[in-house]
Every structure is written in C-alpha cells, then in structure tokens.
C-alpha cells in the first residue's frame, strides 16, 4: 500500500479481555517495529521484525503481549488479559531494508487502546 | 546506556518567531539522528536526518538541524515559525551499522505551541 495502515484505530476492551491490534507495512518493507506511546511518554520500543521473524523483542513488557508476521508482511500484536496501563497508542512502523535508520522509519497513525 | 533527552517538554513561540528545540544524545558511537513531528491524532512524519557528512542538514517544511558531536547535540531549527508548525517534535538515534537490531530510541518529546 502506499503507506502503513493500523486498524483498528481506536480500540476499547475491558480488563481482562484479549486484543489484537494489526499493522499492513508498505509493501516490499522487510523491516517492521512496534512501539507504545503513553501519554506524556516518548516512544517505547516493543520489537522489531525482518521479513518474519523477530531478532529483538527486548522491549515486550511481559508475556501478556506477543506478536507475529507472516508472508513477510502483515504484522498482529497480541496483548492478553489487558490491564489499564496497557492503555496507550501503540504504533507500528515499517523501513525498506533491515538497516532500516539508513531511510527511517514510515509510521503508522496507530491504534488508540484503551482498557476500562 | 543509549538515550535521548529532549529538555524542554513544552515550548510557546509566536507566529514568525525562529525556534531551536533541543536534542543531545548517548550513545557507543556516532549514530544515525532523526527529528520526527507528529501532528494531533497523526503518526510520525519524518522532518529530517543525519548520517554522515555535512553536520547542517536541511529538512522538510523549512527545517534543519546541526550535528555536533563535541556536545552530542542534534538541535533542530526553523527561521520563522507557521501556525501550522504546532506539533509534537521527537528526536531519534540509531545505529550506524547492520546489527542485530535497528531500532531507534526516541525522546520524550517537545510538544510546540504557535501564538498568532
């Protein structure tokens, strides 16, 4: 597509409940990222994918949340039995090549979660 | 430990005023920098970014920002602010090399105020 697209882009889930937030790269993007922005917060780095697997996950803040990629394109992140501080906008970004800061990054408008 | 800091959380400039937001980092070696905006409700729009070579780099929107490795700074300028300029500016580092992961680490933020 011609950029990358998040859906849905609001999400609200009550505590407890699973959730699954979708991220469509640009197409031909081996690169993929995750990452959480909560209010008043930077950027936090959840993991990172080329083509279909993950070298570095280190920023997944517990088990609760996983994520996958397939066919090198669309990526799901999963959080389980959602919290209240999962509430935050969870951004997904896509680069042309694994070295990917050679272009930066192409975000997403990302996804607005918010457990009640 | 690598970071970014952005000093200034909220800054309020007039229409037509220059603006400087400020950016320094740490980091194991000379990295890859970027100054990205994120308007309300939107992703992040890269503005700008340095990899090597000259340290005054030009942007989009009438941007730049200045290298100085002396000071680990990656300040970001415009001459003359727009109202449309009202944002949330976040500078970014990454590594300069083909690692086991290419993420970039963001600043907290500088959310920028225009008076007419």
């Known amino acids: 597509g011609a950029g990358v697209s998040q859906s849905p882009s609001n999400k609200v889930t009550e505590k407890g409940k699973d959730v699954e937030l979708r991220c469509d790269p640009i197409?031909?993007?081996?690169?993929l990222y995750w990452y959480r922005q909560s209010l008043g917060q930077g950027l936090e780095f959840l993991i990172y994918?080329?083509?279909?697997?993950?070298?570095?996950k280190s920023g997944l803040p517990s088990d609760r949340f996983s994520a996958e990629r397939t066919g090198g394109s669309v990526s799901t992140l999963t959080i389980q039995r959602t919290q209240q501080e999962d509430s935050a906008v969870y951004l997904c970004?896509?680069?042309?090549?694994?070295?990917?800061?050679?272009?930066?990054?192409?975000f997403g408008s990302g996804t607005r979660l918010t457990v009640v | 430990a690598q970071s970014v800091t952005q000093p200034d959380i909220h800054i309020t400039v007039s229409e037509g005023a220059s603006l400087e937001l400020r950016c320094n980092y740490s980091?194991?070696?000379?990295?890859?920098l970027f100054w990205y905006v994120q308007s309300p409700g939107q992703g992040l729009q890269l503005l700008l970014k340095?990899?090597?070579?000259?340290?005054l780099v030009q942007g989009i929107k009438g941007f730049e920002a200045e290298f100085k490795r002396s000071q680990s700074s990656f300040n970001l300028r415009k001459p003359s602010v727009h109202w449309s300029d009202a944002a949330e500016y976040f500078c970014?580092?990454?590594?300069?090399?083909?690692?086991?992961?290419?993420?970039?680490?963001f600043g907290t933020g500088t959310l920028l105020a225009v008076q007419p």
């Open positions: 994918f080329q083509g279909n697997s993950a070298p570095d």
């Open positions: 340095y990899f090597s070579g000259d340290t």
């Open positions: 980091y194991g070696a000379t990295p890859y």
């Open positions: 970014a580092v990454g590594p300069n090399y083909g690692g086991a992961t290419n993420k970039l680490i």
């Open positions: 197409s031909g993007h081996t690169a």
């Open positions: 970004a896509s680069s042309l090549v694994g070295g990917g800061q050679s272009y930066g990054y192409t």
